[in-house]
Structure formats: C-alpha cells, structure tokens
C-alpha cells in the first residue's frame, strides 16, 4: 500500500480544511487508516482514525466534534475533514495505514508524505 497525503495550506483561525489519502494497492480496504500530526518541538501523536469497514472511528480529545474523518474504498481515499482550526493544530499531518485492527491503531505499516496545515491567528 503506498498513501500520498494532500490538502494541506495556509488558513485563518476558525476556517477549514479537507486533508486527502489516497491510496494505491490491491488491499487498502482491508487497512485501517489513522491521521497523524507533529507540530514543531512536539511528538507525533494520532488525531483520527477509521476502521477499514468505516463503521468505527476515533478521535483524540483536541479535536473531537471539529474534525471528521471518513473513508471511500471505492476510490481509496481516507479524509479528514478540519473544522474550526486553531492555531494549535498547526502540524505536518500524515496519514498511515494498518493491517491490524482495533482503534486506535497501535502501529502502521505503511505511511504516507506529510502535508503542512498552519492556522493563523
């Protein structure tokens, strides 16, 4: 499975943005999918994620009833979906996948680029 994460820029505090995975590979649909940033000076640390079915997701605290995450096998795309972005979720996002399953994931196999996102204030 190779991931190419996309949708990242620059955007106000309070704005949006739609983060993109897609996917290549026979498999991807059996993978689940998490969303991961690191914002400088700081660790890495898991924002979403989504089973490979959909049917099941998770959020960290920071960001639970902004984002939303979502997923298309048809079209292998996993997205996320920024709401009301603040200043502090300015990070690099990345976006993984796992063959393993159980949310959150507790590692990935496979990694996407990252993509930049910076909110202003």
């Known amino acids: 499975v190779q991931l190419q994460a996309s949708g990242g820029g620059l955007v106000q505090g309070g704005g949006s943005l739609r983060l993109s995975c897609a996917a290549s590979?026979?498999?991807?649909?059996?993978?689940?999918v998490g969303w991961l940033r690191q914002a400088p000076g700081k660790e890495r640390e898991l924002v979403a994620a989504i089973s490979w079915s959909g049917d099941s997701t998770y959020y960290v605290d920071s960001v639970r009833g902004r984002f939303a995450i979502s997923r298309d096998n048809a079209q292998k795309v996993v997205w996320l979906q920024m709401n009301n972005l603040k200043p502090e979720d300015t990070a690099v996002y990345y976006c993984?996948?796992?063959?393993?399953?159980?949310?959150?994931?507790?590692?990935?196999?496979?990694w996407g680029q990252g993509t930049l996102v910076t909110v202003s204030s």
């Open positions: 590979g026979r498999t991807f649909s059996s993978h689940a």
């Open positions: 993984a996948a796992t063959r393993h399953g159980g949310l959150p994931p507790s590692g990935y196999e496979y």
